[in-house]
């Protein structure tokens, strides 16, 4: 698909200020209208987890928020997505995110919505370690809940990196990463850092963009309008992986912003419904 390169601000990321390169990875201050749509996706988070068919609050490991969320389909062996969610890996919880289900529930899917500690109380390191190890339980305890289909792996800002790090697990049969954050080199030098206080080693090991790649199809989406930095880490991921010839599409979704994007996974005639759906064959 055809889509246009934005001018990259890490051109030249030495010569800006602090102030301009917190800017380039700023989702909030970029979509004005952020708080409204996030209140939004809380409440109606809120209401679905609260009304859906579901097994809540499973533990996976021993930190508090170790536990994830199960919406089982009526058939044990349909698909199952599971749903990292963003917030650069420092804010936000599963919770928020329930909205999401009725979206591939509507194509008689289950859902899985693991949460993860966040940063500053945990290292990014520590952060991944958690992902595989939400996927390890779900492989062994899934079907004992009534989830024990092809699982395909997405997630959205912070969660399109974990999926990108996790797509190598045996459970994971494909991957949809929606507006992910895939070199964490220029993140260390953000006011984000302050937080997550970012090693050379984890800049290295966890920069999906500096890892060999992995022969697993994985889509790339992203919004049009979206801040250049994150639009240009999911180009170069096609990019590089096309180059090793791994298979996968990239996914520019016109009109949308990182937070409307989230929308096209919403609605079961969604764009990014569709893209998992695909994922399955």
Same mark, same amino acid.
């Given at each position: 698909?055809?889509?246009?390169?934005?001018?990259?601000?890490?051109?030249? @990321?030495?010569? %800006?200020?602090?102030?301009?390169?917190?800017?380039?990875?700023? &989702?909030?201050?970029? $979509?004005?209208?952020?708080?409204?749509?996030? /209140?939004?996706? &809380?409440?109606?988070?809120?209401?679905?987890?609260?009304?859906?068919?579901?097994?809540?609050?499973?533990? #996976?490991?021993?930190?508090? *928020?170790?536990?994830?969320?199960?919406?089982?389909?009526?058939?044990?062996?349909?698909?199952?997505?599971?749903?990292?969610?963003?917030? #650069?890996?420092?804010? &936000?919880?599963?919770?928020?995110?329930?909205?999401?289900?009725?979206?591939?529930?509507?194509?008689?899917?289950?859902?899985?919505?693991?949460? #993860?500690?966040?940063?500053?109380?945990?290292?990014?390191?520590?952060?991944?370690?958690?992902?595989? =190890?939400? %996927?390890? @339980?779900?492989?062994?305890?899934?079907?004992?809940?009534?989830?024990?289909?092809?699982?395909?792996?997405?997630? @959205?800002?912070?969660?399109?990196?974990?999926?990108?790090?996790?797509?190598?697990?045996?459970?994971?049969? /494909?991957?949809?990463?929606?507006?992910?954050?895939?070199?964490?080199?220029?993140?260390?030098?953000?006011?984000? *850092?302050? /937080?997550?206080?970012?090693?050379?080693?984890?800049?290295?090991?966890?920069?999906?963009?500096?890892?060999?790649?992995?022969?697993?199809?994985?889509?790339?989406?992203?919004?049009?309008?979206?801040?250049?930095?994150?639009?240009?880490?999911?180009? &170069?991921?096609?990019?590089?992986? =096309?180059?090793?010839? =791994?298979?996968?599409?990239?996914?520019?979704?016109?009109?949308?912003?990182?937070?409307?994007?989230?929308?096209?996974?919403?609605?079961?005639?969604? =764009?990014? $419904?569709?893209? /998992?759906?695909?994922? $399955?064959?």
């Amino acid at each position: 698909m055809s889509f246009e390169r934005p001018a990259d601000p890490r051109a030249r @990321w030495a010569q %800006l200020s602090q102030s301009e390169r917190d800017a380039a990875y700023d &989702n909030n201050s970029a $979509v004005k209208n952020s708080p409204e749509l996030i /209140a939004e996706r &809380n409440s109606s988070s809120a209401q679905a987890r609260a009304t859906l068919k579901s097994v809540l609050d499973l533990p #996976y490991a021993t930190r508090p *928020n170790n536990k994830i969320d199960l919406y089982p389909a009526a058939e044990r062996d349909a698909p199952c997505l599971v749903f990292w969610h963003g917030g #650069y890996w420092q804010k &936000n919880t599963r919770e928020l995110f329930a909205m999401l289900v009725a979206g591939v529930a509507a194509h008689g899917w289950s859902m899985a919505i693991p949460g #993860y500690s966040l940063a500053p109380d945990v290292t990014l390191t520590t952060i991944v370690d958690e992902s595989r =190890a939400a %996927l390890d @339980w779900l492989a062994k305890h899934g079907p004992e809940h009534g989830v024990a289909g092809p699982v395909i792996s997405s997630g @959205w800002s912070a969660g399109g990196h974990l999926v990108a790090m996790t797509l190598d697990h045996p459970l994971v049969h /494909a991957g949809l990463s929606i507006s992910g954050v895939f070199d964490l080199g220029p993140i260390r030098d953000t006011g984000l *850092n302050e /937080a997550l206080q970012l090693s050379d080693g984890e800049i290295e090991k966890l920069s999906p963009l500096r890892l060999p790649v992995i022969d697993k199809r994985l889509d790339l989406a992203f919004g049009a309008n979206e801040l250049p930095a994150l639009v240009l880490d999911s180009m &170069n991921m096609q990019d590089r992986r =096309a180059a090793a010839g =791994a298979p996968g599409r990239i996914l520019p979704l016109a009109g949308h912003d990182h937070f409307s994007i989230l929308a096209e996974l919403r609605r079961p005639d969604g =764009a990014l $419904v569709q893209a /998992a759906r695909d994922l $399955v064959g």
